[in-house]
């Protein structure tokens, strides 16, 4: 699988029926390699873009592969 299967609305719509005003990423990479990919980058930017319009952050984005664990996209 090479692409995300949330979309940004799909992710805000899930997120409207919420109070909250941060989000926190996570998925898994199937591969083995919990190395932020550069689609996951560029997704997690465009979360930031838009949820910043709406007074939400995202706090991080984790990714998850096995027994590995990528803690932190911030310093991406």
Known sequence: MTKPLCT???L???R???VSTWLIL???HPS???TPSDAD???THHIMSAGEKLGVGVYD???FSG???HLSEKKA
């Open 8 to 10: 940004l609305e799909k």
């Open 12 to 14: 805000l719509k899930r």
């Open 16 to 18: 409207s029926r919420q």
């Open 26 to 28: 996570a998925h898994n």
């Open 32 to 34: 083995g390699n919990c």
């Open 41 to 43: 980058i560029s997704l």
């Open 61 to 63: 984005h984790f990714v």
């Open 67 to 69: 027994t590995h664990t």
